[in-house]
């Protein structure tokens, strides 16, 4: 293990020494990524003075019993290696979980879309009530959430929704939330008080900075509308909503979310690219026969992940098999414990596929 945490601690110093040096602060794409290497190696080191000191604690304690006679300092260092005996394992299991390779899109902000699926207009309200779980949820997290673009349903709810979520390794913690999320119920508009099933679906996309696609404008066509929806102040009377085509691929971006016609430009750019980065990482991750043996991985969006279930309280993850009867404090955000056990399985998944003794 200590081998391991040197070899890592070499490559912190060569990036200490780095992201001082003029010629890599003036390149932006790679001083950006060893700021975030940094930071990721600075826990790490955390770690490793912690592993040390350990070690340092039984060696010490183990000397002391070796020589001495005193009762009372016997009796001390036997407690001091008790100690840290027991703190060895936990530690190593956590320096493990460190130690396996992260995605590199897992630091980045994301863009996520929920989608109305099956059950009409109880699908919308669904639609609506994931939107506020997960925005009471980025909020939590001290996270910044912005609507690109939106279409309400005819009772409430959302068709769709589109928004970012700006903050700390965003898209590493929300990308399992991708799939199919199943609701059972009785609707608003059920008269018969019958359970329904209705469904919607997440998507949870990398946000792309431009120097991770390059975005060929000239393959985009820029369309300026009026804004729709509800009257008032810049509303269907300027054109600052744009709509873009990506000729290639045919696919469609809105947004309208800003009175300004550049900035709903450049968040409608953001989703575009986004979206294309991440065709790219479904490809990369086709091609990669690991990840598509686990069982949590993110890039099946037609896969039913997890159901609500209101006449039982109860909410399933399907993927790892986890029910949680506490669906009240689920939908107001509270999805900690269900994104902590999914990166669990994922990190422990990792661990075989690389097979490695520590």
């Keep these: 293990m200590l081998e391991k945490l040197n070899i890592v601690k070499q490559r912190f110093d060569e990036v200490c020494d780095l992201i001082i040096q003029p010629e890599i602060i003036s390149d932006q794409k790679r001083y950006i990524q060893l700021n975030k290497e940094y930071k990721d190696l600075s826990a790490l080191m955390g770690k490793r003075e912690e592993y040390v000191a350990l070690a340092n604690s039984i060696q010490e304690a183990q000397e002391i019993l070796n020589i001495e006679t005193d009762a009372e300092m016997i009796e001390m260092a036997k407690m001091e290696m008790d100690t840290a005996q027991q703190r060895k394992p936990g530690l190593e299991e956590e320096i493990r979980f460190m130690l396996v390779p992260r995605d590199p899109e897992d630091t980045k902000n994301a863009v996520m879309e929920i989608r109305a699926g099956t059950g009409g207009d109880e699908a919308s309200i669904f639609a609506g009530d994931l939107y506020r779980l997960y925005t009471k949820f980025c909020e939590g997290k001290g996270w910044q959430v912005s609507v690109v673009d939106y279409n309400e349903g005819t009772s409430g709810g959302f068709k769709e929704v589109i928004f970012e979520v700006n903050g700390e390794d965003v898209y590493g913690t929300l990308k399992y939330e991708a799939g199919v999320h199943r609701v059972q119920r009785v609707p608003q508009t059920e008269t018969q008080g019958r359970v329904h099933?209705?469904?919607?679906?997440?998507?949870?996309?990398?946000?792309?900075?431009?120097?991770?696609?390059?975005?060929?404008?000239?393959?985009?066509?820029?369309?300026?509308?009026?804004?729709?929806?509800?009257?008032?102040?810049?509303?269907?009377?300027?054109?600052?909503?744009?709509?873009?085509?990506?000729?290639?691929?045919?696919?469609?971006?809105?947004?309208?979310?800003?009175?300004?016609?550049?900035?709903?430009?450049?968040?409608?750019?953001?989703?575009?690219?986004?979206?294309?980065?991440?065709?790219?990482?479904?490809?990369?991750?086709?091609?990669?026969?690991?990840?598509?043996?686990?069982?949590?991985?993110?890039?099946?969006?037609?896969?039913?992940?997890?159901?609500?279930?209101?006449?039982?309280?109860?909410?399933?993850?399907?993927?790892?098999?986890?029910?949680?009867?506490?669906?009240?404090?689920?939908?107001?955000?509270?999805?900690?414990?269900?994104?902590?056990?999914?990166?669990?399985?994922?990190?422990?998944?990792?661990?075989?596929?690389?097979?490695?003794?520590?």
């Design 197 to 358: 099933t209705s469904a919607a679906t997440v998507m949870v996309l990398p946000e792309a900075e431009e120097f991770d696609f390059q975005l060929d404008m000239s393959e985009v066509r820029i369309e300026r509308t009026t804004s729709t929806g509800p009257g008032g102040q810049s509303v269907n009377t300027t054109y600052s909503a744009i709509k873009l085509h990506h000729e290639p691929t045919g696919m469609i971006v809105s947004c309208q979310d800003q009175k300004s016609s550049h900035k709903n430009l450049e968040k409608a750019l953001k989703v575009l690219r986004s979206r294309l980065f991440d065709l790219e990482l479904a490809k990369k991750m086709e091609a990669d026969s690991q990840k598509r043996k686990s069982m949590v991985s993110s890039g099946d969006r037609s896969a039913k992940i997890r159901t609500y279930n209101y006449p039982q309280g109860r909410v399933t993850d399907h993927r790892i098999n986890l029910t949680l009867y506490d669906l009240g404090n689920i939908m107001d955000g509270d999805i900690q414990k269900i994104v902590d056990e999914l990166h669990l399985v994922r990190n422990t998944e990792k661990l075989q596929e690389a097979g490695e003794t520590f």
